[in-house]
């Protein structure tokens, strides 16, 4: 079973950082490309990052320069770090694997909520 769990959302200043975790399980994580979307309210759900399961990332404009992402393969986990939070960046965040699409579509996890505001 295909299980996906996010983690590490919370309330941030604006200009802060955090940490996001996605822990995978369910299908062979080390060769699987991995993907971090978010869905703010209102709106469609979009892609954020994404990793190759050879450690190349892909971002999205608007995650460029500020969000990287990474996996560690021994522990079948994804990551997002985020800095320079920005309030248009508050949305529910989730992982899943694949790179053009969701590979998973059906198996989405609860997501992890990041609310920057002052």
Same mark, same amino acid.
């Given at each position: ?5 996010? %983690?590490? +959302? ?5 200009? *802060?950082?955090?940490?996001? #975790?996605?822990? !995978? ?6 060769t699987?490309h ?21 450690? %190349?990332? +892909? ?5 460029? *320069?500020?969000?990287?992402? #990474?996996?560690? !393969? ?15 960046d ?29």
């Open positions: 079973q295909v299980q996906f769990v996010e %983690s590490g +959302g919370t309330l941030v200043q604006p200009g *802060g950082s955090l940490n996001l #975790s996605c822990a !995978a399980s369910g299908f062979y994580f080390n699987n991995m993907s971090w979307y978010r869905q703010a309210p209102g709106k469609q759900r979009e892609m954020v990052a994404r990793i190759t399961y050879y450690n %190349s990332p +892909g971002y999205a404009s608007f995650a460029r *320069g500020r969000f990287t992402i #990474s996996r560690d !393969a021994t522990k079948n986990t994804a990551y997002l770090q985020m800095s320079g939070l920005k309030p248009e508050t949305a529910v965040y989730y992982c899943n694997a694949g790179w053009q699409k969701p590979l998973y579509d059906t198996s989405w996890g609860q997501g992890t909520q990041v609310t920057v505001a002052s």
